[in-house]
């Protein structure tokens, strides 16, 4: 049985590499099938905590029409220098 490289990630073709170094071409086939045919089709939805608690902050001003974050949005950064505390917001433009 012989794989298509040209239809594998790089991550995917570096694995086969490394499995046919280490347990020669038949067993490495063989081990590379049974590891793909195991891994999901669908990739992981990952959450953001810091997105989330953000929009769980702004979310009190959905229904607000007075509150406008404009076209290009809003830069947050945690503040910096001695005695320093918060956030800061700076406007995109």
């Given at each position: 049985?012989?794989?298509d490289q040209s239809t594998l990630t790089k991550g995917q073709v570096r694995k086969l590499n490394a499995l046919?170094?280490?347990l020669g071409n038949?067993?490495?086939e063989n081990a590379f099938g049974k590891w793909m045919k195991s891994q999901?089709?669908?990739p992981k939805d990952?959450?953001?905590p810091v997105a989330d608690a953000l929009v769980a902050?702004?979310?009190q001003f959905k229904d607000d029409k007075t509150f406008r974050l404009g076209t290009k949005g809003y830069v947050v950064k945690r503040s910096k220098g001695k005695g320093a505390s918060g956030f800061i917001a700076q406007k995109v433009t």
């Open positions: 049985m012989t794989i046919r170094k280490g038949d067993i490495a999901t089709k669908t990952v959450r953001d902050a702004l979310d």
